[in-house]
Structures are given as C-alpha cells and as structure tokens.
C-alpha cells in the first residue's frame, strides 16, 4: 500500500484502526482494523468519500476547523464498556499540511498511569 509515495505496509497490520483524510477531508487511507471498525457504514467503499458525512455535529465541525487550521484533538471515549481513545493529528509532507491522520484504539480498562516529573 501506498500513501504519497511512502510505505505504509507496516500499518496494514497495525493493531488500531488508521484512517487518513486529505485537506478537503477525502477519506484516501484506511488500514484493514479501520476497515473492519467501520464496517457497518461501507467499509473499505468509504474511501474517496468525506470523512465529514460520517460525522454529525458537533465533531463534523470540529473537523472542518481541523481541516482548515491544522491542529490535533485527542480524545477518549466508550461504547459498550470498551474505552477507546482517538487521536487526530495533522497528516504533514515537506512542511506542507497534507490532511488528518486518526489514530483509534481499545485502551485496557486496568490501564496503568504514571505520573514522571
């Protein structure tokens, strides 16, 4: 698989779901964990298609505002007992703001904290 003239064969396999959107928010990546996440909505179909209709506001905003000022947001969440966390950053070649990289995956509830000042 290629991305922008990177290899990207290590992702495929990557235990979280990988989702990456251009600058007009065009799903153009999806690793097979996103794939199967996001089944139930199109699956490997969402790609070409905007990441902003598969959102409903408030977030379909707060993605717009990531598109045109890049910035991150990283955020946990819950469903059916199992927490996630998401984090989106901004997708960067040669300095240039290319899109959004979305990074989701279970956390363990038991997770250690560690607090190192």
């Known amino acids: 698989m290629k991305l922008a003239g990177t ?29 199967g996440q996001f089944a139930a909505y199109g699956g490997e179909e969402l790609i070409g298609t905007n990441l902003l209709d598969c959102h409903p506001e408030p977030s379909r905003t707060k ?6 000022t890049p910035t991150e947001n990283v955020y946990t969440t819950e469903k059916n007992g199992k927490k996630k966390i998401i984090v989106q950053k901004p997708w960067m070649q040669n300095g240039e703001f290319r899109g959004i990289v979305e990074l989701s995956f279970d956390l363990d509830s038991q997770m250690p904290h560690f607090i190192r000042d």
Do not use: H, P, R
């Open 7 to 35: 290899d990207l064969y290590w992702v495929e396999e990557f235990s979280g779901a990988v989702t990456v959107c251009d600058t007009a928010g065009i799903i153009v990546y999806m690793n097979k964990v996103s794939i």
């Open 63 to 68: 993605l717009q505002e990531m598109l045109k």
